[in-house]
């Protein structure tokens, strides 16, 4: 039975499954609780300001 047919109405497909989930740091839920793991660098999206092709403008100082 999939999640839509058991009433479910907000339901995505997640490319990657579950490890992507939790590799990306996302709430993951254990035998000792919730948690989350660290990042994993090969999987989570890059922010503008760690891509070198999208620098963040530095503010100007004030004199």
Do not use: K, Q
Not at 18 to 41: H, K, N, Q
Request: proline share 10%; no cysteine.
């Amino acid at each position: 039975m999939t999640l839509t047919e058991m009433g479910y109405r907000r339901v995505r497909e997640l490319i990657g499954g579950f490890e992507y989930w939790a590799r990306e740091g996302l709430a993951i839920a254990t035998s000792a609780g919730r948690t989350r793991r660290d990042v994993d660098d090969l999987t989570a999206p890059v922010t503008p300001s760690a891509n070198p092709r999208f620098p963040v403008p530095v503010p100007a100082r004030e004199a």
